[in-house]
């Protein structure tokens, strides 16, 4: 009969067993299951009882609520239920004093029962169980729930929820996995403090060391709140198991300084417990052609981590840009991201355009602390990669120099990142090895060749495989490269600008051998160097061009070459121009009917622009 007066029901919590349950008091329920016998209830994810059909008072379906009497306890722990219906009713919870125990602590406990107050990282459907990756405030770790092949566990459970998790911990395949038998929903205040705490305590793991910079730079120390900034995002990241992509400029700095962010991260991601597999599963490294975020490599990049959200429950990525990102041609890409919310940083010493900084929440840039572009790529990420985990700091401290004079840097830093490692490295070892690098990465277009890279930069420990692979990719770019000028140089163009520079043209398009090592861009630089050591102590400048580009090469001329290609978008109606790069050294696209109007109209701003004495 249901009660006339206020009705005391309680809720068990997910941590309650047998002995928190008593005989004449009402709980609420979930109805599980019917038989022919009566109804199943749930009272919490450890118990469930039995309302005989003659104690069923209305009907009901399946995860409908329920409210019960306890009518007896059996000796074997089955529980008889009958239902009741109270007019007027106050809901307590019933709690059992637990001790929770930390994701960190899990690999004392293999073997026991262990709660666990978490917040939800990833949730991932197999054709078995529904794998949880958990994050606190020490670690992450996994977690797997099975009520049938293939069916989802704990539907109310999304990403992003604090859970209270009870169950085994287990080692499977060499990690350790906690199987669940509870896992309840925490919300309100106690969802709240939970988040609070987790929130907090990641906050301040994530925090990088303070560690000193690997050669003395007043520009990098400058910018070395930017950089810390930069690493704490990607250590945040690392530390609630949000997927990472590293897109770079498929060349020596670009790569360099990827390469150094992605050891970090996986030193780090492994110190988090994570295997190999596990880590380049959140973590993909991915070169780009061109020296910006193109339309073609976010789509790539959204294809693959909306799958992975559908597919897998991850959460949405972290896009990283290194040695691009700076640039109006990469908001269209830009514009995209921010569509589905993904966060984005950048770290750059392409000359910055400020419209970039509102799509993003970072953005180290030599440039924003009076430095320019001779502070590579390669030195930043270096940096970046040590404030993400010092303990990689010996295994990368070559590669700022290798991007230096992969790069033809004329910062002092670039001698003084060469002075670091000159007991291992000479400095035309380094030249060697950004060389071998830049014609791997042709062969290898879009793929990120980890392991090669690896071999060429001398990441495995194994210096003799390194200069047996970069003799021979060297001898190989070599003679590609002269091949490539002998058939380039006899069809050069000369003249001399108003400025007094040296000029010198050259169709890419139809005197050098196409879709081959060196593509349009390297060889118009091989031709640049070689001019300039023709013609030394001059202002040199070299224009190398196809149907419908043009890449600039220059010493001693003060273009800025960003602002040269508005200004050119803006004067020739129909030409279809942009493009930019460095102040000095970039490149320019048009539609190729416009060709020579857009040639024209460069060679006269060249002209214009100011020259100085170039170092010899």
Avoid at 23 to 37: C, D, K, M, P
Avoid at 47 to 53: A, F, P, Q, R, S
Wanted: proline share 5%.
């Amino acid at each position: 009969m249901a009660d006339s007066y206020e009705t005391v029901v309680y809720s068990l919590s997910p941590n309650c067993g047998l002995g928190e349950v008593e005989e004449g008091l009402i709980y609420a329920g979930t109805v599980q299951g019917f038989a022919n016998f009566g109804t199943f209830v749930q009272l919490n994810a450890r118990l469930k009882g039995l309302v005989h059909k003659s104690n069923i008072l209305q009907e009901h379906e399946e995860r409908d609520q329920i409210f019960v009497r306890v009518i007896n306890i059996r000796n074997n722990g089955n529980i008889d239920l009958a239902e009741v219906i109270p007019k007027v009713f106050r809901l307590e919870t019933v709690t059992k004093a637990f001790k929770v125990t930390k994701l960190a602590e899990i690999g004392k406990q293999v073997g026991r029962s262990v709660t666990l107050e978490t917040k939800v990282a990833q949730i991932k459907q197999t054709s078995g169980p529904t794998i949880f990756t958990l994050v606190d405030e020490s670690g992450s770790g996994n977690a797997a729930a099975f009520i049938e092949a293939g069916v989802r566990a704990y539907p109310e459970v999304e990403l992003g929820n604090a859970v209270l998790v009870t169950g085994e911990v287990m080692r499977r395949q060499n990690q350790l996995q906690i199987e669940v038998s509870s896992m309840q929903v925490l919300s309100g205040d106690e969802g709240q403090a939970v988040h609070t705490r987790i929130e907090e305590a990641l906050d301040a793991r994530a925090e990088p060391e303070d560690i000193p910079l690997l050669v003395e730079s007043e520009v990098m120390t400058a910018l070395r709140p930017e950089l810390r900034k930069v690493a704490k995002l990607i250590r945040r990241a690392v530390l609630e198991a949000q997927p990472i992509i590293l897109r770079h400029h498929a060349d020596a700095d670009g790569i360099c300084a990827a390469v150094a962010v992605e050891q970090a991260v996986i030193s780090l991601m492994r110190e988090e417990g994570d295997d190999l597999d596990t880590a380049y599963y959140l973590f993909k490294r991915s070169p780009s052609k061109a020296p910006f975020y193109e339309i073609e490599d976010i789509t790539r990049d959204l294809d693959f981590a909306l799958k992975d959200h559908e597919r897998f429950g991850q959460k949405l990525p972290l896009i990283v840009l290194m040695d691009n990102g700076s640039t109006e041609e990469d908001i269209p890409s830009m514009k995209m991201a921010r569509v589905y919310g993904l966060p984005m940083i950048v770290v750059d010493h392409h000359h910055p355009d400020a419209i970039v900084d509102e799509y993003l929440i970072a953005h180290a840039n030599p440039y924003h602390v009076g430095g320019d572009f001779g502070i590579t790529a390669g030195m930043l990420g270096a940096e970046v990669a040590r404030l993400i985990y010092p303990g990689i700091s010996d295994r990368i401290r070559h590669l700022p120099a290798v991007a230096g004079v992969g790069d033809r840097s004329e910062a002092p830093e670039r001698q003084r990142f060469l002075d670091l490692v000159s007991e291992d490295y000479s400095e035309d070892e380094c030249k060697d090895i950004a060389l071998a690098l830049d014609y791997e990465q042709f062969w290898l277009r879009f793929n990120d060749g980890r392991e090669l890279v690896k071999d060429i930069l001398n990441l495995k420990d194994d210096p003799a495989l390194q200069k047996r692979l970069v003799s021979l990719l060297v001898e190989e770019a070599n003679a590609a490269i002269e091949e490539q000028m002998a058939a380039s140089m006899p069809h050069v163009t000369e003249e001399i600008l108003p400025n007094g520079a040296n000029l010198f043209r050259i169709d890419v398009e139809i005197f050098a051998h196409r879709f081959t090592f060196p593509p349009p861009g390297k060889t118009s630089g091989e031709i640049h160097d070689r001019l300039c050591r023709q013609h030394p102590g001059e202002p040199v400048v070299t224009l190398g061009f196809g149907p419908d580009f043009a890449v600039l090469r220059s010493r001693g001329v003060m273009m800025n070459i960003p602002r040269m290609v508005r200004e050119l978008r803006d004067e020739i109606t129909g030409g279809g121009i942009n493009g930019g790069g460095h102040l000095v050294v970039g490149s320019i696209k048009f539609v190729e009917g416009m060709r020579k109007a857009a040639l024209d109209g460069l060679v006269e701003k060249i002209g214009q622009a100011p020259t100085e004495t170039p170092r010899t």
